[in-house]
């Protein structure tokens, strides 16, 4: 039952901007269930940066969209008959249109607090906590207003026109 707990196991956050480092965990010894593999694949340019940056705009590491993004893949392929790079070529598609799919596979919904909404005009860049949309300075947006306590700027959540609730 005993976990071996070194620290040095943890994978750092591959959200540099380099290929993911080749590092694998160094002897899991015991826990061969725990392993795993580390990918290396090629992207096109253009995912890569649509990648990084929905992954940024859900301050989550590449790495752990990548996955998100092939788990959903083989639940929409249904079989293991695709190829990794077969499936990152479909889930490259799907990007435009699963976006709130992925989204709510690796967050949790970030309007689940949210109370109310004010109409508000936006003084500074956000993004639509839904659909991650890019939201400019002037743009008519609403702000979700929660109970929990303030984490900062970052904790706001904004929400686009089109995302906003409706009855
Ligand atoms: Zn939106």
């Known amino acids: ?8 196991k943890r994978r750092p956050q591959a959200n540099e901007d380099e290929e993911p ?6 002897e899991a ?3 061969p269930e725990k392993k795993e593999r580390v990918l290396h694949t090629r992207v096109p340019a253009v995912l890569e940066r649509e990648l ?4 940024d705009n859900l301050r989550i590491p590449v790495s752990n969209l990548v996955r998100a993004i092939l788990e959903d893949a083989m639940e929409v392929a249904g079989s293991a008959s695709q190829s990794i790079e077969g499936r990152l070529a479909h889930a490259a598609e799907e990007l435009g249109k699963g976006r ?4 709510k596979r690796v967050l ?8 109310a909404y004010q109409p508000v005009t936006l003084a500074q860049e956000a993004i639509c906590a839904k659909c991650q949309k890019t939201l400019e ?3 008519r947006a609403h702000l979700g207003l929660t109970d929990a306590p303030s984490q900062g700027p970052k904790a706001r959540l904004f929400v686009c026109n089109s995302c906003l609730p409706r009855s």
């Open 29 to 31: 010894e015991g826990t």
């Open 52 to 55: 990084k940056r929905f992954a």
């Open 21 to 26: 480092a080749e590092e694998v965990p160094s």
């Open 1 to 8: 039952m005993t976990r071996p707990s070194n620290p040095s």
């Open 137 to 139: 300075a002037g743009d």
């Open 108 to 115: 949790p919904d970030p309007l689940a607090d949210v109370f």
């Open 100 to 103: 709130e799919r992925l989204t």
